[in-house]
């Protein structure tokens, strides 16, 4: 269980242009069902500047097209402003999902470590899955003078990783120096592959 995570957040947590296909890895594992791909977003406020939150949602969007002619379930986490939320649960549902990419709005801080913790509990319960995880961010996430934050980062990468479940950083950043390096850390820190978005090409069938 990825109690650890959980345990050291404060409980009641609100729940709540586009990928080429081959950006997608499809894990292929004996005995398993189709591919569950959890996209968690960033939605915090330092995503508003230059539009990269109306890009995020793009990308998304486009990558739901390609996923979903595969018969690939998605999900949804958001973490912005006071809470991150369990958007959608997994569903084949392409309309559904792309509304709710659509809704979702800025906020000002930024919650990662919530949105973690719902990911892992959510993750948790789908042992037999075959599942990846897709995090659009630009490193940044709320932090405290303990360092606690970045414990539980790491914690989640380690939950990912010894489930093997395959996660990519997205980054979402501005694209500067400073920038970067945080978002690389940041993946360092998941085991995550990383992948700048502005690298993204936007005709998932091309």
């Known amino acids: 269980m990825p109690g650890s995570i959980l345990a050291q957040l404060t409980q009641g947590e609100d729940l709540a242009d586009g990928i080429r296909e081959d950006n997608i890895r499809y894990q292929k594992t004996a005995g398993r069902g189709r591919q569950n791909i959890l996209f968690i977003i960033d939605t915090s406020g330092s995503m508003l500047s230059e539009d990269r939150l109306a890009y995020v949602k793009g990308c998304v969007i486009s990558l739901l097209e390609s996923s979903y002619a595969k018969r690939v379930r998605v ?32 906020g000002s801080a930024t919650p990662m470590v919530q949105a973690f913790a719902i990911a892992a509990n959510l993750l948790d319960r789908m042992r037999d899955e075959d599942l990846s995880v897709y995090i659009l961010s630009d490193g940044r996430y709320d932090r405290t003078t303990t360092g606690r934050e970045d414990r539980q980062v790491r914690e989640f990468g380690e939950f ?9 950083l997205i980054d979402a950043g501005t694209g500067r120096k400073t920038a970067k390096r945080r978002a690389v850390q940041l993946a360092v820190m998941l085991h995550a592959s990383y992948q700048p978005m502005e690298e993204l090409r936007l005709d998932p069938d091309s």
């Open 160 to 168: 990912l990783k010894s489930r093997d479940i395959p996660v990519t």
């Open 75 to 106: 999900g949804i986490i958001s973490f912005g402003g006071t809470s991150a939320r369990l958007e959608l649960p997994f569903t084949s549902s392409a309309e559904l999902a792309a509304e709710r990419i659509s809704s979702l709005k800025g």
